[in-house]
T-cell receptor, first 111, second 117 residues
Framework: RKEVEQDPGPFNVPEGATVAFNCTYS??????FFWYRQDCRKEPKLLMSVYSSGNEDGRFTAQLNRASQYISLLIRDSKLSDSATYLCVVNLPANDYKLSFGAGTTVTVRA | DTGVSQNPRHKITKRGQNVTFRCDPISEHNRLYWYRQTLGQGPEFLTYFQNEAQLEKSRLLSDRFSAERPKGSFSTLEIQRTEQGDSAMYLC???????????????FGPGTRLLVL
């Protein structure tokens, strides 16, 4: 079983729509959680860290459910520039240097 | 530009040749990481350094792969006797264990895209 699993999508949504997707992680000891964004043929960039209580950053909301071992990302009022692959990332306290990435969820926002 | 830089950005080589990639981390960062990413997958951890010490190597890193960080600054990743399966994007990242951040954030370079013919 992969450490981090994501629905690959693609999610095709119109501008202004809300889109949400989850990822699940296999190791219950996972401690830190992140969403990275990756544009086509570019490097991953940190979008946001995920706090236990959930957190917002502008139009982006991340939630963590430790009991069910999943993390969600919701994008409100989608912009064309939100089109990207969103990578779910976790790491373990024992290996805090090693990020485990999901394969990514592709979001395409159309005009 | 004070971000992570990698050279070359692209490399095409023939099977059996050796290749070397370079990564320059953010200057105050003491940790440096190498990841490999293939099409449709997320990056996979290969190895990491804390200062000049290589502290872990993934089982993905076969004997043909070697990484160094001789002075605790830039790092090189060498692949000997390349195989077609080595074709991938090789990403370098750096982070700091001493900066006051709630979480240690890894910052990625633009990657080196390797194609083995």
């Amino acid at each position: 079983r992969k450490e981090v699993e994501q629905d690959p999508g693609p999610f095709n949504v119109p501008e202004g729509a809300t889109v949400a997707f989850n990822c699940t992680y296999s190791n219950s000891a996972s401690q830190s959680f992140f969403w990275y964004r990756q544009d086509c043929r570019k490097e991953p960039k940190l979008l946001m860290s995920v706090y236990s209580s959930g957190n917002e950053d502008g139009r982006f909301t991340a939630q963590l459910n430790r009991a069910s071992q999943y993390i969600s990302l919701l994008i409100r009022d989608s912009k064309l520039s939100d089109s990207a692959t969103y990578l779910c990332v976790v790491n373990l306290p024992a290996n805090d240097y090693k990020l485990s990435f999901g394969a990514g969820t592709t979001v395409t926002v159309r005009a | 530009d004070t971000g992570v830089s990698q050279n070359p950005r692209h490399k095409i080589t023939k099977r059996g040749q050796n290749v070397t990639f370079r990564c320059d981390p953010i200057s105050e960062h003491n940790r440096l990481y190498w990841y490999r990413q293939t099409l449709g997958q997320g990056p996979e951890f290969l190895t990491y350094f804390q200062n000049e010490a290589q502290l872990e190597k993934s089982r993905l890193l076969s004997d043909r792969f070697s990484a160094e960080r001789p002075k605790g600054s830039f790092s090189t990743l060498e692949i000997q006797r390349t195989e077609q399966g080595d074709s991938a994007m090789y990403l370098c990242a750096s982070s700091s264990t001493v900066l006051q951040e709630p979480w240690e954030t890894q910052y990625f370079g633009p990657g080196t895209r390797l194609l083995v013919l």
